[in-house]
């Protein structure tokens, strides 16, 4: 229980940052955590004045682990977004009362689609993600192609962790990673090849 009540606080921050609650947030789910953790701020949030209104909670799960959008528990949960390739959230009651309470959704995303978004968030805005972040991302692409977003002007999507917690992806993605001398002299001249 304590976890929650910490983690809810990030919805305070974003009131605060915003001067109201955003009109819809997207998010990773894999223990549910998060997303019941921030529906339960943005309500405080809303009930004491902070914020105006609630957002819409969108949570997207990672196809091959996404027992949400299943409805049952996935024995062998597998994704290239480890920190959201859970079976069965501990979750699982909030993330539906936040996607219910909220007029909200639970989806799922290929590794296809999280690969893009993570590849999209460094190229487009130098933000080195960890894959499961990146769930957020291209759960907005896939909502804005698929059935729009209703509205929506004020959209925040949650990035959970950093790319360092598998710089093995980046890795494998980067290709070959060219290796230079630690001299200025060379730096410039790898820069200007």
Same mark, same amino acid.
């Given at each position: 229980?304590?976890?929650?009540?910490?983690?809810?606080?990030?919805?305070?921050?974003?009131?605060?940052?915003?001067?109201?609650?955003?009109?819809?947030?997207?998010?990773?789910?894999?223990?549910?955590?998060?997303?019941?953790?921030?529906?339960?701020?943005?309500?405080?949030?809303?009930?004491?004045?902070?914020?105006?209104?609630?957002?819409?909670?969108?949570?997207?799960?990672?196809e091959g682990a996404a027992p949400l959008v299943g409805g049952a528990p996935v024995e062998q949960p597998e994704t290239v977004a480890t920190a959201i390739r859970i079976g069965n959230p501990a979750s699982w009651k909030g993330a539906v009362a936040a996607r219910d309470e909220s007029g909200g959704a639970?989806?799922?995303?290929?590794?296809?689609?999280?690969?893009?978004?993570?590849?999209?968030?460094?190229?487009? $805005?130098?933000?080195?993600? !960890?894959?499961?972040?990146? &769930?957020?991302? /291209?759960? +907005? =692409?896939?909502?804005?192609?698929?059935?729009?977003?209703?509205?929506?002007?004020?959209?925040?999507?949650?990035?959970?962790?950093?790319?360092?917690?598998?710089?093995?992806?980046?890795?494998?993605?980067?290709? $070959?990673?060219?290796?230079? !001398?630690?001299?200025?002299? &060379?730096?410039? /001249?790898? +820069? =200007?090849?």
């Amino acid at each position: 229980p304590h976890r929650i009540e910490g983690q809810k606080t990030a919805a305070f921050e974003i009131c605060e940052a915003l001067g109201d609650a955003p009109d819809a947030l997207f998010i990773p789910v894999g223990n549910a955590g998060n997303i019941t953790a921030y529906w339960k701020g943005f309500v405080e949030a809303a009930g004491t004045g902070l914020a105006r209104q609630r957002p819409r909670m969108y949570g997207y799960q990672a196809e091959g682990a996404a027992p949400l959008v299943g409805g049952a528990p996935v024995e062998q949960p597998e994704t290239v977004a480890t920190a959201i390739r859970i079976g069965n959230p501990a979750s699982w009651k909030g993330a539906v009362a936040a996607r219910d309470e909220s007029g909200g959704a639970i989806d799922a995303v290929s590794d296809s689609e999280i690969l893009d978004a993570y590849s999209f968030l460094a190229r487009c $805005e130098g933000v080195f993600a !960890e894959p499961a972040s990146a &769930a957020a991302i /291209a759960g +907005l =692409r896939k909502r804005a192609r698929a059935q729009g977003l209703g509205g929506a002007r004020r959209i925040v999507c949650v990035l959970t962790g950093n790319g360092m917690k598998d710089p093995d992806r980046a890795r494998a993605l980067a290709g $070959e990673i060219a290796e230079v !001398e630690a001299t200025p002299d &060379a730096v410039r /001249a790898a +820069l =200007r090849s």
